[in-house]
């Protein structure tokens, strides 16, 4: 089936500008994760929605950064005023129910910041 | 809190061969997950195996397999039989089963392995 998808897959924008980024994630998958890989940080987690509870909100930067998800299914990631040091690839995760249900990643969006 | 140590930031093996790749971890928590994630040059991360660790016998799978010694703290993966499209880097990762912040994996800082011809 399906894998996890992700839009777009490059993103070039200006500093200061709002950017938006979409995450599919597999059909029935009620987990959804949303992860920052970058040169100086290596991979670090964001965000993470389960079905209609609140989102983990725990490992988001800054205020500039925000995510929802719409009817349990398509996630968007937005930052707003976006700054150099938010280049970096993107990662959506999806998972079934379970807390150990393995995650299921997309290829990421590539954000540069200029 | 957890962390991931991945002390071999790049390896290379001959294409056959078998190599091993090493993690070490530090947590209070007695009941989590280890995972080994592949990340090709395509960007897609890739599961390669993965632990419980209320499980003592090690995890296999094909030419992938775990030496996971929990009081030690460690989890290294070993590649049998190395082919070309084993090269990528390679992720070593945990995840708590209780309480807050669990589903969210902690990666190490990867291992780049080049399997050559």
């Known amino acids: 089936g399906a894998g996890v998808s992700q839009s777009p897959s490059n993103k070039v924008t200006e500093k200061g500008k709002d950017v938006e980024l979409r995450c599919d994630p597999i059909?029935?998958?009620?987990?959804l994760y949303w992860y920052r890989q970058s040169l100086g940080q290596g991979l670090e987690f964001l965000i993470y929605f389960q079905g209609n509870s609140a989102p983990d909100k725990s490992g988001l930067p800054s205020d500039r950064f925000s995510a929802e998800r719409t009817g349990g299914s398509v996630s968007t990631l937005t930052i707003q005023r976006t700054q150099q040091e938010d280049s970096a690839v993107y990662l959506c995760?999806?998972?079934?129910?379970?807390?150990?249900?393995?995650?299921?990643f997309g290829p990421g969006t590539r954000l540069t910041v200029l | 809190a957890q962390t991931v140590t991945q002390s071999q930031p790049e390896m290379s093996v001959q294409e056959a061969e078998t190599v091993t790749l090493s993690c070490t971890y530090d947590t209070s928590e007695n009941n989590y997950y280890l995972f080994w994630y592949k990340q090709p040059p395509s960007r897609q991360m890739i599961l390669v195996i993965r632990?419980?660790?209320?499980?003592?016998q090690n995890a296999t799978e094909n030419r992938f397999s775990v030496n996971f010694q929990k009081a030690a703290k460690s989890f290294s993966l070993k590649i049998s039989d190395s082919q070309l499209g084993d090269t990528a880097m390679y992720f070593c990762?945990?995840?708590?089963?209780?309480?807050?912040?669990?589903?969210?994996?902690?990666f190490g800082k990867g291992t780049k392995l080049s399997v050559k011809p």
């Open positions: 059909s029935g998958h009620t987990a």
């Open positions: 632990q419980e660790a209320y499980k003592q």
């Open positions: 995760a999806s998972s079934s129910q379970y807390v150990a249900d393995t995650q299921y």
């Open positions: 990762a945990f995840m708590k089963q209780y309480g807050g912040s669990q589903g969210n994996l902690i």
